[in-house]
C-alpha cells in the first residue's frame, strides 16, 4: 500500500490520444493502436479479459499460474523458445495478472513487430501445459507469494483487508490466489482456466510506439485472424451486498512498525459521460494526498507528527466494484487509535466544510501536466489503453478523462465524500507488530547474529 | 513471470548507447559546474537533474544518515518558503521535484512544462531547494523520526537486512559498508550545525552536475545552468573515495522470522571506469543478467522451481561496487539452492559462456539498445550518469561496438581476474540463522 498515492497519481495523468485505430477483426478480437513516433521502438499488449475477478473458490491464483504457463511452449514452440527469440531480437518481455485481466508484452525495434505477433497468436491457441512443467512452475509462484505477500506484513495486511471489505464479490480473493490453493492446483487447472479465456474473442491487442497503424492491423488480420472465435462462458456480476457496519481486522505478523488500512466502498467509473462520483472521488483522493503538503501529510506527518506516512487511493477503473482507501503508518510513540481519530476527522471536515477553490485548482494542474508527462512513456499509454478497453470503457473514455476531471467542481468533491465515505461502509486493518526476533531467540548457538 | 529484480538490477547497471548519436551538448559554468544537455521539442516539457557527489558513502565517522538526512531537508524549507509552500507551489504549476539518493551520489530532478508561466515557478522553487536549504529545527527533528522509523520498519524486510549485512560484509571498513540510511542512534544524535556544514561542503558549484532535457533552447539551457551554478557554495571538489579492498570469503547467517531466506552472494566488483566493465557486464547476462537467457534462472528457476528470483549483476560505482548474486527460496531446500548457485557461478568461473550463449547476449543488448534511450527520462538519466561518472561525451555512440567487441576469451579473463570462486561473501537471512 505504499503505493497508494502513485497509483493515484498515475491515473490521474490522462491520455493523449493522436491518432488511434480501434478496430474489430472478424473473429471478435479487438486491435488498437496508438502511433507515436518520437523514438524507433514500439511496445505490443495482449490484454485478456480473465483476471482473478473470473476465478472459482478453490483455483484462486490460477489466472496468474497460467500467465507462467504461457511461457512453456506451445505445439509449435519448444519450453524456452519464446522468450529466447523475443531476446534475440533485441526485445524485453513480460506479463502481468491482475484482478481484471492478464497482459502480455513485448517492447522491441519498431521492425520486430511481426516476431511479437506470430509468437503471441501462437501461444494464444496452441499452448501446451505439460505435467512435469506444471509441477515446477508452481512451486515458482509459490515462492513469488511468499516474496510478495507473505514476508511483506503491509502486503498481508492488504490481502485480510480485501477478504472482509469485500463480503461476496471475487475481489476478496488475492490475485496471487490462497497458499492452500496453489498447494492444490493442479496442470488440469491451468488447462481448463485456458481453455475457458484464451480466445481471440476474450483479447485485445494494443501496439503503442512508431509503426504504421495499417501495417499493424493488416498483420494482425494476418496472425490472429486466423484463430477461431469460442464461445465464452456466461459472466455474473456477482454485486456486493451494500455493507450493514462498520467492519474491523487485526492482522498479527512480525514486523516492527503499526501500520493502519482503510476502506470505504466506492463506485468506479461506468457511463464515461455521465457518472460523476468516480471522476469528484479522484479529484478528492488528490486533495487528500496529491502532494507533499496536501491534507494528510499536512496534517498528519508535517503539523500534528503523528503519522510518518499517509496517504489515500483511488482507482477509478476497474470490472468490478471499487474502494476508497487510505493508509498511515503512526510516528514513534502514537497509536492507531489516534491516527484513526485523526484521520477520520479530517474525512469529516471535507465531509462538512468542503475543500478550497486553490485545493481544486491544485489537483487540476496536477492532472493536466501529467497528461503531457506521461505521453514520455509509450508503455504507459498502451497500460491504460488496455486498462480501460478491459474494463468495458472506450478510449474516448481515456481520451476525454482529463476534461472529466477539470470539470468536477468543489460541490461535487464534497457531495461524493459524503455519500461514499461513510462510517457504515468503512474497513478498517490494524497491523498489530509481533517481535521479529522469535526464532533468534530459540536459536541456541553462540555468537549468531540476529536482527533486532 | 515479471523478474522484477532482475530488470531493476539490469538498469542499475546499464551504461548508455546510442547507434546514431544522440547530439549531447557539453559545457562548464563559470564556477564550475558541470553541464550536459539534449535539445528536444516533440513534448512541451523540461528535465532538469543536478546531481553531487553527496550520497551516504560521504558519511562523515560517526555521522551516519547525515547524508540521506541532509538530502531529504532540501525541499522542506528553502529561501523563506515553509515545506508546505513549496510544496503547494510545485503542485499548482503540476511540477514534480524528485529525488535521488545512493552510495555515491545524491541529486534533486525536476520535471515541469516548458511553458512560461509554469517553468519559471518551478525554477524558482528548484533553485531555492538547491541554493538556499533553510534547514528549520523543527522540521530536522521530524525528519530524523521519519529515517528512523523507515530504518525500523526495513527490519522487517529480510531482503533489507541481507543487503545492508552484505555490503558490510563485503566492504569490511570502506564508506560503501555503511547502509544508505544509517544507524538510528547516529541519525538521533545529528545536529542542523551537522547538516549545514554537510550541506555546504557537498552541494557546492564545483561538485554540481547539471543536466537538462527537452523543450528548450541551448541559449535558455546555458540560462538555467548559470543562474543554478551562481547560487551555490564554491567548495572545492570533494576527493575521490578510498579504494576498496577485495573481501575475505565469509559465510553469515542472520535469524528472521520471513517464510524465505534470502541469499546473497558475491564479491567487490567493478568502477564505472573500469576497463573489465564491457566484457564483466556482457558475460553477467549469460550467468545471471538475461532473465530467462541467463544460467543462473534456468538452473535455480527453470530446472528445479527453488525460487521466483534468481540474478546476478555488476554495480559499477564511483569505486568499485559489488557484484552480487541473488535468489529467494523456502527455508527447507536453502542448502539446495545455494549449492546450485555456487557451482553455477563456480562453472562460469572456470569455463565461460558458450560462443552460442554470448552471441545471443549481444544480440539482445545491441538489439534492444534503442529502447535505453526512447524517452527524456531514461536519456536525463543517461546524461546525469555521463556527467558524474566523467564517462566520455560518446559513451552512447561507442556502447553498441563496446559491447560487439566482446568475446568469449575477455569475459572468462575478466570473470577469472575479478571473481576468485574460493573468496566469496554469503549472506543468509532467514530461518534460526545457525551456521
Given at each position: 500500500m505504499r503505493s497508494l498515492l502513485a497509483i493515484g497519481l498515475a491515473l490521474l495523468a490522462g491520455g493523449a490520444q493522436a491518432a488511434l485505430t480501434d478496430v474489430t477483426l472478424d473473429n471478435g478480437m479487438r486491435v488498437i493502436v496508438q502511433e507515436d513516433h518520437r523514438a524507433p521502438v514500439m511496445v505490443s499488449q495482449v490484454w485478456y479479459r480473465a483476471g482473478a475477478l473470473d476465478e472459482f473458490n478453490g483455483t484462486t491464483g490460477v489466472a496468474h499460474v497460467l500467465e507462467h504457463m504461457m511461457f512453456k511452449g506451445t505445439q509449435n514452440v519448444p519450453p524456452g523458445e519464446f522468450s529466447k527469440r523475443i531476446a534475440a531480437a533485441g526485445g524485453r518481455e513480460n506479463a502481468f495478472t491482475s484482478r481484471d485481466h492478464t497482459a502480455y508484452f513485448q517492447q522491441m525495434q519498431k521492425d520486430r513487430l511481426e516476431l511479437s505477433m506470430q509468437l503471441e497468436a501462437d501461444r494464444m491457441a496452441n499452448l501446451v501445459i505439460s505435467d512435469e512443467l506444471f509441477a515446477k512452475e508452481i512451486q515458482v509462484v509459490m515462492e513469488e507469494r511468499r516474496l510478495r505477500t507473505d514476508d511483506q506484513p503491509q502486503s498481508v495486511v492488504y490481502e485480510r483487508l480485501m477478504a472482509t471489505a469485500y463480503q461476496t464479490h471475487p475481489y476478496r480473493r488475492p490475485v496471487i490466489g490462497w497458499m492452500d490453493d496453489l498447494e492444490n492446483m493442479t496442470a488440469q487447472d491451468a488447462r481448463d482456466w485456458y481453455a475457458r479465456w484464451y480466445a481471440p474473442n476474450n483479447a485485445t491487442l494494443v501496439v503503442a510506439g512508431d509503426v504504421k497503424a495499417d501495417e499493424v492491423v493488416a498483420l494482425a488480420k494476418k496472425y490472429f485472424g486466423a484463430l477461431p472465435a469460442r464461445a465464452l462462458p456466461q459472466r455474473k456480476p456477482q454485486d456486493e451486498p451494500v455493507q450493514l457496519g462498520e467492519k474491523r481486522i487485526v492482522v498479527k505478523v512480525p514486523a516492527q512498525l503499526p501500520y493502519l488500512l482503510m476502506a470505504w466502498h466506492a463506485p468506479t467509473l461506468r457511463d464515461w459521460e455521465q457518472d460523476t462520483a468516480p471522476y469528484a472521488l479522484q479529484i478528492l483522493a488528490g486533495v487528500l494526498s496529491g502532494n507533499d503538503s496536501a491534507r494528510l501529510q499536512k496534517s498528519?506527518?508535517?503539523?500534528?507528527?503523528?503519522?510518518?506516512n499517509a496517504s489515500a487511493g483511488y482507482d477509478t477503473v476497474a470490472r468490478g466494484p471499487g474502494l476508497f482507501m487510505i493508509d498511515a503508518t503512526p510516528a514513534p510513540g502514537q497509536s492507531l487509535a489516534v491516527l484513526e481519530k485523526v484521520i477520520h476527522e479530517e474525512v469529516r471536515r471535507i465531509q462538512r466544510e468542503g475543500i478550497s477553490a486553490a485545493e481544486l485548482a491544485r489537483v487540476k494542474a496536477q492532472v493536466i501536466a501529467a497528461d503531457v508527462y506521461q505521453r514520455d512513456s509509450l508503455f504507459y499509454q498502451a497500460m491504460q489503453l488496455g486498462e480501460y478497453v478491459t474494463a468495458g470503457l472506450p478510449p474516448e473514455a481515456l481520451a476525454r478523462r482529463v476534461d472529466k476531471l477539470r470539470a468536477v467542481t468543489a460541490d461535487e468533491v464534497q457531495a461524493a465524500a459524503q455519500q461514499w465515505l461513510k462510517d457504515d461502509r468503512l474497513s478498517v486493518a490494524e497491523l498489530d507488530p509481533q517481535p521479529l526476533n522469535e526464532q533468534a531467540r530459540r536459536a541456541t548457538v553462540p555468537g549468531v547474529r540476529h536482527v533486532n | 513471470m515479471s523478474i522484477k529484480a532482475f530488470w531493476s538490477a539490469l538498469l542499475l547497471v546499464l551504461p548508455l548507447g546510442v547507434q546514431a548519436a544522440l547530439p549531447i551538448q557539453h559545457w562548464q559554468t563559470r564556477e564550475g559546474a558541470q553541464v550536459y544537455f539534449v535539445e528536444s521539442r516533440e513534448l512541451p516539457m523540461l528535465d532538469i537533474s543536478v546531481d553531487f557527489p553527496a550520497g551516504s558513502a560521504r558519511d562523515p565517522s560517526g555521522k551516519s544518515g547525515l547524508a540521506q538526512l541532509t538530502h531529504g531537508l532540501l525541499d522542506q524549507g528553502a529561501g523563506g518558503l515553509t515545506d508546505t509552500a513549496i510544496a503547494h507551489r510545485l503542485a499548482d504549476v503540476g511540477a514534480v521535484l524528485a529525488g535521488n539518493f545512493d552510495r555515491d551520489r545524491a541529486g534533486v530532478s525536476l520535471r515541469t512544462l516548458s511553458s512560461a508561466a509554469e517553468k519559471t515557478v518551478a525554477l524558482d522553487i528548484l533553485a531555492r531547494v538547491l541554493q538556499r536549504p533553510d534547514f528549520p529545527q523543527a522540521v530536522i527533528g521530524r525528519e530524523k523520526q521519519r529515517l528512523i522509523a523507515a530504518i525500523r520498519e526495513a527490519e522487517a524486510d529480510p531482503s533489507s537486512v541481507a543487503g545492508k549485512a552484505f555490503y558490510r560484509a563485503l566492504y569490511g571498513t570502506h564508506p560503501y559498508a555503511q547502509d544508505e540510511a544509517g544507524e538510528p542512534a547516529a541519525i538521533e544524535r545529528l545536529t542542523r550545525g551537522d547538516v549545514q556544514t554537510f550541506y555546504r561542503a557537498h552541494y557546492s558549484a564545483p561538485n554540481a552536475v547539471i543536466s537538462l532535457m527537452g523543450d528548450i533552447t541551448r541559449a535558455e539551457a546555458e540560462a538555467i545552468a548559470a543562474r543554478l551554478a551562481a547560487?551555490?557554495?564554491?567548495?572545492?571538489v570533494v576527493p575521490a573515495l578510498p579504494k576498496p579492498v577485495p573481501a575475505a570469503a565469509s559465510d553469515k547467517r542472520i535469524a528472521h522470522p520471513s517464510t524465505q531466506s534470502h541469499v546473497l552472494v558475491g564479491a567487490v566488483g567493478v568502477a564505472?571506469?573500469?576497463?573489465?566493465f564491457f566484457p564483466l557486464f556482457v558475460g553477467n547476462y549469460v550467468l545471471?543478467?538475461?532473465?530467462?537467457?541467463s544460467r543462473l534462472l534456468k538452473e535455480v528457476r527453470d530446472k528445479r522451481g527453488y525460487a521466483y528470483s534468481a540474478y546476478s549483476y555488476f554495480l559499477p560505482l564511483g569505486e568499485a561496487g559489488p557484484f552480487e548474486l541473488g535468489l529467494q527460496t523456502k527455508h527447507e531446500q536453502t542448502d539446495d539452492a545455494l549449492k546450485v548457485a555456487q557451482a553455477t557461478l563456480r562453472q562460469f568461473i572456470a569455463e565461460g559462456p558458450s560462443e552460442a550463449e554470448l552471441t545471443q547476449a549481444k544480440a539482445n543488448l545491441t538489439g534492444g539498445f534503442p529502447l535505453r534511450i526512447d524517452s527524456n527520462k531514461k536519456i536525463l538519466d543517461y546524461l546525469s550518469t555521463i556527467g558524474f561518472y566523467k564517462l566520455p561525451l560518446d559513451y552512447l555512440d561507442t556502447w553498441v561496438d563496446k559491447v560487439n567487441a566482446v568475446d568469449v576469451a575477455a569475459v572468462k579473463q575478466a570473470f577469472a581476474r575479478r571473481i576468485d570462486p574460493d573468496r566469496l561473501v554469503t549472506v543468509v537471512v532467514g530461518g534460526a540463522g545457525a551456521r
Amino acid at each position: 500500500m505504499r503505493s497508494l498515492l502513485a497509483i493515484g497519481l498515475a491515473l490521474l495523468a490522462g491520455g493523449a490520444q493522436a491518432a488511434l485505430t480501434d478496430v474489430t477483426l472478424d473473429n471478435g478480437m479487438r486491435v488498437i493502436v496508438q502511433e507515436d513516433h518520437r523514438a524507433p521502438v514500439m511496445v505490443s499488449q495482449v490484454w485478456y479479459r480473465a483476471g482473478a475477478l473470473d476465478e472459482f473458490n478453490g483455483t484462486t491464483g490460477v489466472a496468474h499460474v497460467l500467465e507462467h504457463m504461457m511461457f512453456k511452449g506451445t505445439q509449435n514452440v519448444p519450453p524456452g523458445e519464446f522468450s529466447k527469440r523475443i531476446a534475440a531480437a533485441g526485445g524485453r518481455e513480460n506479463a502481468f495478472t491482475s484482478r481484471d485481466h492478464t497482459a502480455y508484452f513485448q517492447q522491441m525495434q519498431k521492425d520486430r513487430l511481426e516476431l511479437s505477433m506470430q509468437l503471441e497468436a501462437d501461444r494464444m491457441a496452441n499452448l501446451v501445459i505439460s505435467d512435469e512443467l506444471f509441477a515446477k512452475e508452481i512451486q515458482v509462484v509459490m515462492e513469488e507469494r511468499r516474496l510478495r505477500t507473505d514476508d511483506q506484513p503491509q502486503s498481508v495486511v492488504y490481502e485480510r483487508l480485501m477478504a472482509t471489505a469485500y463480503q461476496t464479490h471475487p475481489y476478496r480473493r488475492p490475485v496471487i490466489g490462497w497458499m492452500d490453493d496453489l498447494e492444490n492446483m493442479t496442470a488440469q487447472d491451468a488447462r481448463d482456466w485456458y481453455a475457458r479465456w484464451y480466445a481471440p474473442n476474450n483479447a485485445t491487442l494494443v501496439v503503442a510506439g512508431d509503426v504504421k497503424a495499417d501495417e499493424v492491423v493488416a498483420l494482425a488480420k494476418k496472425y490472429f485472424g486466423a484463430l477461431p472465435a469460442r464461445a465464452l462462458p456466461q459472466r455474473k456480476p456477482q454485486d456486493e451486498p451494500v455493507q450493514l457496519g462498520e467492519k474491523r481486522i487485526v492482522v498479527k505478523v512480525p514486523a516492527q512498525l503499526p501500520y493502519l488500512l482503510m476502506a470505504w466502498h466506492a463506485p468506479t467509473l461506468r457511463d464515461w459521460e455521465q457518472d460523476t462520483a468516480p471522476y469528484a472521488l479522484q479529484i478528492l483522493a488528490g486533495v487528500l494526498s496529491g502532494n507533499d503538503s496536501a491534507r494528510l501529510q499536512k496534517s498528519l506527518v508535517k503539523t500534528r507528527q503523528i503519522a510518518v506516512n499517509a496517504s489515500a487511493g483511488y482507482d477509478t477503473v476497474a470490472r468490478g466494484p471499487g474502494l476508497f482507501m487510505i493508509d498511515a503508518t503512526p510516528a514513534p510513540g502514537q497509536s492507531l487509535a489516534v491516527l484513526e481519530k485523526v484521520i477520520h476527522e479530517e474525512v469529516r471536515r471535507i465531509q462538512r466544510e468542503g475543500i478550497s477553490a486553490a485545493e481544486l485548482a491544485r489537483v487540476k494542474a496536477q492532472v493536466i501536466a501529467a497528461d503531457v508527462y506521461q505521453r514520455d512513456s509509450l508503455f504507459y499509454q498502451a497500460m491504460q489503453l488496455g486498462e480501460y478497453v478491459t474494463a468495458g470503457l472506450p478510449p474516448e473514455a481515456l481520451a476525454r478523462r482529463v476534461d472529466k476531471l477539470r470539470a468536477v467542481t468543489a460541490d461535487e468533491v464534497q457531495a461524493a465524500a459524503q455519500q461514499w465515505l461513510k462510517d457504515d461502509r468503512l474497513s478498517v486493518a490494524e497491523l498489530d507488530p509481533q517481535p521479529l526476533n522469535e526464532q533468534a531467540r530459540r536459536a541456541t548457538v553462540p555468537g549468531v547474529r540476529h536482527v533486532n | 513471470m515479471s523478474i522484477k529484480a532482475f530488470w531493476s538490477a539490469l538498469l542499475l547497471v546499464l551504461p548508455l548507447g546510442v547507434q546514431a548519436a544522440l547530439p549531447i551538448q557539453h559545457w562548464q559554468t563559470r564556477e564550475g559546474a558541470q553541464v550536459y544537455f539534449v535539445e528536444s521539442r516533440e513534448l512541451p516539457m523540461l528535465d532538469i537533474s543536478v546531481d553531487f557527489p553527496a550520497g551516504s558513502a560521504r558519511d562523515p565517522s560517526g555521522k551516519s544518515g547525515l547524508a540521506q538526512l541532509t538530502h531529504g531537508l532540501l525541499d522542506q524549507g528553502a529561501g523563506g518558503l515553509t515545506d508546505t509552500a513549496i510544496a503547494h507551489r510545485l503542485a499548482d504549476v503540476g511540477a514534480v521535484l524528485a529525488g535521488n539518493f545512493d552510495r555515491d551520489r545524491a541529486g534533486v530532478s525536476l520535471r515541469t512544462l516548458s511553458s512560461a508561466a509554469e517553468k519559471t515557478v518551478a525554477l524558482d522553487i528548484l533553485a531555492r531547494v538547491l541554493q538556499r536549504p533553510d534547514f528549520p529545527q523543527a522540521v530536522i527533528g521530524r525528519e530524523k523520526q521519519r529515517l528512523i522509523a523507515a530504518i525500523r520498519e526495513a527490519e522487517a524486510d529480510p531482503s533489507s537486512v541481507a543487503g545492508k549485512a552484505f555490503y558490510r560484509a563485503l566492504y569490511g571498513t570502506h564508506p560503501y559498508a555503511q547502509d544508505e540510511a544509517g544507524e538510528p542512534a547516529a541519525i538521533e544524535r545529528l545536529t542542523r550545525g551537522d547538516v549545514q556544514t554537510f550541506y555546504r561542503a557537498h552541494y557546492s558549484a564545483p561538485n554540481a552536475v547539471i543536466s537538462l532535457m527537452g523543450d528548450i533552447t541551448r541559449a535558455e539551457a546555458e540560462a538555467i545552468a548559470a543562474r543554478l551554478a551562481a547560487g551555490l557554495s564554491r567548495s572545492t571538489v570533494v576527493p575521490a573515495l578510498p579504494k576498496p579492498v577485495p573481501a575475505a570469503a565469509s559465510d553469515k547467517r542472520i535469524a528472521h522470522p520471513s517464510t524465505q531466506s534470502h541469499v546473497l552472494v558475491g564479491a567487490v566488483g567493478v568502477a564505472r571506469n573500469d576497463p573489465d566493465f564491457f566484457p564483466l557486464f556482457v558475460g553477467n547476462y549469460v550467468l545471471g543478467g538475461g532473465g530467462f537467457d541467463s544460467r543462473l534462472l534456468k538452473e535455480v528457476r527453470d530446472k528445479r522451481g527453488y525460487a521466483y528470483s534468481a540474478y546476478s549483476y555488476f554495480l559499477p560505482l564511483g569505486e568499485a561496487g559489488p557484484f552480487e548474486l541473488g535468489l529467494q527460496t523456502k527455508h527447507e531446500q536453502t542448502d539446495d539452492a545455494l549449492k546450485v548457485a555456487q557451482a553455477t557461478l563456480r562453472q562460469f568461473i572456470a569455463e565461460g559462456p558458450s560462443e552460442a550463449e554470448l552471441t545471443q547476449a549481444k544480440a539482445n543488448l545491441t538489439g534492444g539498445f534503442p529502447l535505453r534511450i526512447d524517452s527524456n527520462k531514461k536519456i536525463l538519466d543517461y546524461l546525469s550518469t555521463i556527467g558524474f561518472y566523467k564517462l566520455p561525451l560518446d559513451y552512447l555512440d561507442t556502447w553498441v561496438d563496446k559491447v560487439n567487441a566482446v568475446d568469449v576469451a575477455a569475459v572468462k579473463q575478466a570473470f577469472a581476474r575479478r571473481i576468485d570462486p574460493d573468496r566469496l561473501v554469503t549472506v543468509v537471512v532467514g530461518g534460526a540463522g545457525a551456521r
